[in-house]
């Protein structure tokens, strides 16, 4: 049996990660640690286990092998790290980190201390996603050339609100917290996810990030970006752009086209078909598998059971490495590319 921690216990410990440990018979919850403490007693009514008032006595305790990162972004990567330098596996939530830098540090605590850091890229445990990936692998449409992947919906603010009551009083739209807006909330995920499926890392990148709609609640314009479009070179060569916005009114778009030799892939394309390709013969293939989560349909992210897996097993495959780092960078270089209007080599 491995005794979890959740650190941090808002909505993602709540829709996530404390019902999908709970619903684990390989995992008993034995604490949780937020910094408004209520959050944290929250959590341990439901599911039983100790509400910690402190990180430090939750860390201390000897009996809890590894913990969940739920913290807001800008303290992923110092709770990681103290976690880490606990003896506790970690599971952080996406982004892993506001910097390349930090990001950089985390993993080399990870090799320090011999346990297992995973990032909460749920994207890639999506059913179809692991099939798409096993496809391209086959060679179904052939060699790989461009792409084109997106992730976009209606804001944070929908996505935190408990009452229904939305407002823009939230720490996503505060940059001394959240670092960046709808990159790290929403681009992060796609970035690693094109780098998972096509097994090569981003070199290059140029970007156009912007702020267009959102407003804080005295009216002005958030300073941090609501939309961003940005072109990613991998080093295999194929070339496509990342959308990420807070700005799709009306329907979320969290699909993901890759244009093959041999034919076109789409998946999560707003269509009954988890999976549809269309081959350069005129085969249409259709695999109907799951369908994509959204904010109002939580489903099992994944991640949680392979966290646990390979805790249990000690398969490393999905630790955090390079990819994961280069991940982070191609966001910061999207940054830089865009700031300076020019294409940033990783
Ligand atoms: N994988 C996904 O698809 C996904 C979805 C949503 C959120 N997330 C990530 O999860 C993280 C949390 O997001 P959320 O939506 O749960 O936000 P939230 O505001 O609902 O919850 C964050 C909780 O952490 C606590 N907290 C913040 N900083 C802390 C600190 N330094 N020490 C102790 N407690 C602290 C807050 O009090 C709050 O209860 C974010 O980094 C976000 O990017 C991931």
Redesign the pocket.
């Known amino acids: 049996m491995i005794k979890v921690g959740i650190?941090?216990?808002?909505?993602?410990?709540?829709?996530?990660h404390a019902p999908e440990y709970a619903s684990n018979k390989a995992v008993q919850i034995a604490g949780y640690?937020?910094?408004?403490q209520n959050?944290a007693r929250e959590l341990a009514a439901i599911y039983g286990g100790t509400a910690y008032s402190s990180?430090d006595e939750m860390l201390s305790n000897p009996e809890i092998d590894a913990v969940s990162v739920?913290?807001?972004?800008?303290?992923?990567a110092?709770?990681t790290i103290k976690a880490l330098e606990a003896g506790k596996h970690v599971l952080c939530?996406?982004?892993m980190a506001t910097n390349s830098e930090d990001a950089k540090a985390m993993v080399e605590a990870a090799q320090k201390s011999g346990k297992l850091l995973m990032i909460?890229?749920?994207?890639r445990y999506n059913t179809g996603h692991v099939r798409a990936k096993e496809l391209i692998e086959q060679g179904l449409i052939g060699k790989p050339l461009t792409f084109k992947t997106t992730f976009g919906h209606s804001g944070?603010e929908f996505?935190?609100s408990e009452d229904g009551n939305v407002n823009s009083d939230?720490?996503?739209f505060d940059k001394r917290?959240a670092s960046m807006g709808a990159m790290?909330?929403l681009g992060i995920?796609k970035t690693d996810l094109i780098q998972y499926l096509l097994g090569s890392k981003i070199t290059e990148v140029s970007a156009k990030i912007m702020t267009l709609d959102k407003k804080t609640s005295q009216g002005d314009p958030i300073d941090l970006e609501d939309n961003a479009i940005c072109i990613y070179k991998l080093a295999n060569g194929v070339v496509g752009t990342l959308t990420c916005s807070w700005t799709y009114y009306g329907e979320e778009d969290n699909s993901t086209v890759i244009f093959g030799t041999k034919g076109i892939m789409r998946l999560y394309d707003n269509s009954p078909h988890t999976i549809q390709i269309r081959t350069s013969r005129g085969d249409k293939i259709f695999y109907d598998l799951d369908t994509m989560m959204t904010n109002e349909n939580q489903l099992q992210?994944g991640?949680i059971k392979e966290f646990v897996r390979a805790i249990t097993t000690g398969d490393r495959t999905n630790e955090a490495g390079d990819y994961e780092v280069n991940a982070i960078r191609a966001i910061e270089a999207a940054f830089e590319a865009s700031a300076q209007d020019r294409t940033v080599k990783l």
């Open positions: 650190i941090g216990c808002g909505r993602i410990a709540q829709r996530r640690f937020d910094g408004l959050k990180l739920c913290v807001a972004n800008n303290a992923h110092i709770t939530e996406k982004p909460g890229q749920n994207q944070p996505w935190v939230i720490w996503f917290i790290a909330d995920h992210s991640v």
